[in-house]
């Protein structure tokens, strides 16, 4: 069979179309790859000023718990300093108090009363701001020893920190406390056991060495009388040691020397509670409004002495 003339030949073959693609679903990275979207300026450059923000933010608020923490540690360091100086302007303002009561005390236990010069004193007034006195003092705050009715008063002041009135106790005072007490003395000795040698503040809160010993001489001459007193004085005084440390004269020690003295129960009980104390403030405050500068000071029937060791109207007492 022959094929008509002008016919293209009919090829053999048919084309074959491609195949479909493919699509995985849930795998996009195996589908077709897909043309990137371009992203828009404006909403990159305020994703960055937000993030730029945020950090900005967080710094702030860091600073800020920063700068707190530091106003507060500020606050208590400042509060902490103030409490601080206000204790130490307290403390000042009571040094100062006893320093201007008795311009000399500080100088007392060092200055020796045979050289230093001597003024005249006035009398001595009556003690104020003590709601009771003890027993066998009168209103001036002197101990009283001997004849009230005597011809001859000796005045003398004491501290029993004091070393030279230690040793005017022994040399001098224990003569005259014993010719007071004889029944034809013609003495009459007032005692003032001022306390201000080591202690802190004019009212003796707390209470010092000086303190402690003089109310407890006060609880023996209130309970016990003058012969108990002059006993146990004169027991301090020789217990006393003459470098004056703070911490002797404690409670334990003065019931000891009390108990040797013949104190009663009363009196000990007087010397654990510190009874006397305030007696005791007031007493020191009434000596140095007079006049007294240090210890010992003795007058004899109104006269200062210039020398309270060897005053011959002094030494006339103790020899005749």
Not at 49 to 68: D, E, I, K, S
Not at 105 to 127: G, H, I, K, N, Y
Request: net charge negative.
């Amino acid at each position: 069979m022959t094929e008509a003339p002008g016919q293209p030949e009919e090829s053999s073959e048919r084309a074959v179309p491609p195949p479909p693609a493919t699509v995985v679903v849930g795998y996009p990275d195996l589908a077709p790859s897909q043309p990137a979207r371009s992203s828009t300026p404006g909403t990159d450059h305020l994703v960055r000023q937000v993030r730029t923000m945020r950090v900005l933010l967080v710094a702030c608020l860091a600073l800020l718990l920063v700068v707190a923490a530091g106003l507060v540690f500020s606050l208590v360091s400042t509060q902490t300093q103030m409490d601080t100086l206000s204790a130490q302007v307290t403390d000042l303002e009571s040094k100062a108090a006893v320093a201007a009561a008795a311009p000399a005390a500080s100088a007392a236990a060092t200055a020796d009363p045979e050289t230093a010069p001597v003024a005249q004193l006035p009398a001595s007034a009556d003690v104020e701001g003590v709601s009771a006195l003890p027993a066998g003092v009168d209103s001036t705050g002197a101990v009283l020893i001997g004849n009230p009715d005597a011809s001859n008063v000796v005045e003398v002041y004491v501290d029993y920190q004091c070393p030279y009135c230690q040793r005017w106790e022994q040399t001098v005072g224990a003569p005259l406390f014993d010719r007071a007490l004889s029944p034809d003395g013609d003495l009459l000795i007032k005692q003032y056991n001022l306390a201000f040698l080591g202690e802190q503040n004019a009212t003796l809160t707390p209470a010092g060495a000086s303190a402690r010993a003089a109310s407890a001489a006060a609880c023996i001459v209130n309970a016990d009388g003058p012969e108990a007193f002059v006993a146990f004085s004169s027991a301090v005084f020789a217990a006393a040691d003459p470098s004056e440390p703070p911490g002797q004269f404690p409670a334990d020690q003065l019931a000891t020397l009390a108990k040797d003295s013949g104190a009663s129960a009363a009196a000990l009980d007087c010397i654990a509670s510190e009874e006397h104390v305030p007696f005791v403030a007031a007493t020191t405050q009434t000596g140095f409004a007079r006049g007294v500068g240090g210890t010992p000071t003795v007058i004899v029937n109104g006269t200062t002495l210039g020398n309270p060791f060897t005053d011959p109207a002094l030494t006339a007492l103790t020899t005749s």
